[in-house]
């Protein structure tokens, strides 16, 4: 079975940043894309990033592009979210799933698996 853990939420103040990590369990990770997604209180959750499995295409949402960057260490089996610039839309729940195809994904029902999600909270 496939499971992943988040980690490296918290509660940051408007313009700082913070690095999300996703550490996934399952035998071939290299063949899977990974995305991130967030969900604030009261909206649907929405596509932040992904990136493919071997090569290493990377997908961001127009609202995080500039600001976020996504990264995978195949050796470890996770990935990373470096978030710079922090802005209090940003503030969410935020869960990395796993899609088994090795492409760039976008589409939200194409995932497979999805962690528990860990919690950003950005102060204006």
């Known amino acids: 079975e496939v499971q992943l853990v988040e980690s490296g939420g918290g509660l940051v103040q408007a313009g700082g940043s913070l690095r999300l990590s996703c550490a996934v369990s399952?035998?071939?990770?290299?063949?899977?894309?990974i995305g991130w997604f967030r969900q604030a209180p009261g909206k649907e959750r929405e596509g932040v990033s992904c990136?493919?499995?071997?090569?290493?295409?990377?997908y961001y949402a127009d609202s995080v592009k500039g600001r976020f960057t996504i990264s995978r260490d195949n050796d470890k089996n996770t990935v990373y979210l470096e978030m710079n610039s922090l802005k209090p839309e940003d503030t969410a729940i935020y869960y990395c799933?796993?899609?088994?195809?090795?492409?760039?994904?976008?589409?939200?029902?194409?995932?497979?698996?999805w962690g528990q999600g860990t919690q950003v909270t950005v102060s204006s």
């Open positions: 399952v035998f071939t990770f290299e063949d899977y894309a």
């Open positions: 990136i493919s499995g071997k090569d290493g295409t990377t």
């Open positions: 799933a796993v899609a088994q195809v090795p492409t760039v994904v976008t589409t939200t029902r194409r995932y497979d698996y």
